[in-house]
């Protein structure tokens, strides 16, 4: 489940659930046919399968997700659903792209001591693997502090600074006070690198030199003074390959340095520890004045490109309107980005929890509606994707090149982590942008006695694949969310650990609620950032919306509840 920063970020929304299933609403029958063939000993075999160490963690670019990939597809097609993917296939081919070192980059620092040529991967590393085209000859630099600008604490250590044309001296994190012990995030947004880099790009800086300082984390971590310079080589952070044929990649040099690099450009051994001191109390009037320092950078990446498939497959109702069910096949691999287990890279990371349980889930849910005799009214589309741990990558694509139009989605689901639900409890992500799905997952959650089911009233967080459908396409989404659990991005994250029958009880849940929304014949309302989505009806989802100015081309027969 990623973006990992964005998912733990639920613990900022104060787990402000609303209890939304009245304790009186009265119990009515099922409607989804086939329930009880979702069972223990199916979702106990595909995760055993997917998160077996054979499969190596399935990080996103490896044979082993491919491998997943056909388990997956081969699963569809034995339980009769039809291939959805490109040109009648079962697999929609994501295009990602990463960079690869053409030679290890070149970087040296002068001082009023004289210069000094840095080793890479002894001295410095790329902060996020191999990256950018760069030629920086005698280029200055400047103290950034944390390069944290954060009005709600009256904290700017960017104020003032004239970084337009130099290299950034940066701090990693925030300051150091303000980490929020006992949480598992114990950051904010200020403290990722994304966000410095936006910061320092902003005022000017033509690159950065990220520093772990002595004081982070309690000085508990010094491990992480420089990161292993194959972690990023090993499992490279990817992106979609959406740009044109030959595009150079991003030449905004960032890279990690040593606390010893950073103590001879500041003056002296200890010097960096003395800095963070002060600017952990906001104390900036003894920044150092580097106006003497210059660094100069030679560094060269080559951009390549690979695919790694979606599979997609598909129930065919009796309307052209779907309902999308998705969860991620991708894993960690050995841990190499990614793991809240630092000191376990190199060993597998099988994702029995995040995701197979979730694809487990979605197979056991296409069986059961392709093999109960009766067709639905509203069609259905499996989705497995690659890359979620990526940053929602495979999803992304889809979003981008969907197979099925938008407009005639009514909703998606998306099951990420159902393995280990503490004490049955489901916290249902998107009832709070939807009036039609909460009533929905309402009136269902009734027959689930087992299961502790609240619902948000917020939107929904951008921590899984329902994200780019919801936030992009403006499709309704609904995400069943259970606890956040230890195991979570570590090598504990094993089969024999999970609870299959809470993935048993959640996928029940799920395809009832699918199935409702499949025989009803109104049309889920969106409340969310694209309000110019349209329906299968042909209307906008916003109910704020102006209606559309062309009539509806919308069928309207009735199509009652069988």
């Known amino acids: 489940m990623k973006p990992l920063g964005a998912l733990l ?38 995760v055993f399968f997917m998160a077996s160490d054979e499969m190596n963690g399935r990080d996103t670019l490896s044979p082993e997700t491919r491998m997943t990939a056909h388990y997956v597809k081969t699963r569809m097609q034995q339980a009769g659903l039809k291939p959805a993917g490109e040109k009648g296939t079962w697999y929609q081919e994501v295009a990602l792209r ?59 250590d960017l104020d003032g600074l004239d970084l337009k044309g130099k290299l950034a001296l940066v701090l990693r994190y925030e300051p150091t ?31 950065i030199l990220l520093v772990t300082g002595p004081e982070s984390l309690g000085a508990t971590d010094n491990r992480r003074d420089l990161p292993d310079p194959g972690a990023g080589e090993k499992s490279p952070p990817l992106e979609l390959d959406l ?52 660094a100069s950078l030679s560094m060269k990446a080559t951009a390549v490109v690979r695919t790694c498939p979606n599979v997609l497959g598909k129930i065919e109702g009796e309307r052209d309107e779907w309902i999308v069910f998705g969860a991620h096949h991708d894993h960690l691999g050995q841990g190499y980005f990614g793991s809240r287990s630092p000191n376990k890279m190199g060993e597998i990371h099988n994702g029995a929890d995040d995701n197979a349980s979730g694809v487990a889930a979605i197979l056991e849910i296409a069986e059961a509606f392709a093999t109960c005799g009766r067709k ?132 029940r849940y799920m395809a009832e609620i699918a199935w409702r929304i499949s025989e009803d014949p109104g049309y889920a309302d969106y409340i969310g950032p694209v309000k110019t989505a349209v329906g299968p009806d042909g209307k906008p989802r916003d109910p704020s919306q102006p209606p559309p100015k062309k009539p509806s081309e919308a069928r309207e027969e009735d199509f009652s509840h069988r």
């Open 376 to 507: 639905p009214r509203r069609s259905m589309l499996f989705i497995t994707f690659t890359g979620e741990e990526k940053g929602l990558l495979g999803s992304q694509w889809y979003v981008k090149h969907p197979t099925v139009p938008h407009d005639r989605v009514v909703a998606m689901i998306n099951i990420d982590m159902l393995g280990r639900l503490n004490n049955n409890e489901i916290a249902m992500q998107g009832t709070g942008a939807s009036k039609f799905l909460l009533r929905h997952c309402q009136e269902a959650a009734p027959l689930f006695p087992e299961l502790r089911v609240t619902m948000t009233t917020r939107a929904p967080i951008p921590a899984s694949d329902h994200w780019p459908f919801f936030s992009e396409a403006g499709i309704p989404v609904l995400f069943p969310m259970g606890a956040i659990p230890p195991e979570m991005h570590t090598n504990l994250d094993d089969p024999e650990t999970i609870k299959y029958g809470g993935i048993v009880l959640g996928a």
């Open 243 to 294: 740009k044109a044929a030959g595009a150079q990649p991003a030449s905004f040099p960032f890279l990690h340095i040593t606390i010893a690099a950073a103590d001879a450009l500041l003056g002296g051994e200890g010097r960096l520890q003395k800095l963070q001191q002060e600017f952990d109390q906001g104390n900036f009037a003894n920044r150092p004045d580097l106006a003497g320092a210059k």
């Open 177 to 207: 006070p303000w980490r929020q012990g006992g949480r598992r995030n114990p950051f904010s947004r200020a403290s990722f690198l994304q966000t410095k880099e936006q910061q320092c790009k902003a005022a000017g800086a033509v690159g």
């Open 9 to 46: 970020a639920l613990a900022g929304l104060g787990l402000a659930w609303q209890l939304a299933v009245a304790q009186d609403a009265p119990a009515t029958r099922f409607l989804a046919p086939n329930l009880d063939s979702i069972c223990e000993k199916d979702a106990r075999q595909d």
């Open 98 to 156: 990463y960079n690869k070192w053409d030679t290890p980059p070149a970087l040296s620092l002068t001082t009023v001591a004289g210069e000094r040529k840095l080793e890479y991967g002894r001295d410095f590393v790329g902060a996020g693997g191999p990256g950018g085209v760069a030629e920086l000859k005698d280029v200055p630099l400047a103290f950034a502090g944390y390069a944290v600008n954060e009005p709600t604490r009256n904290y700017n």
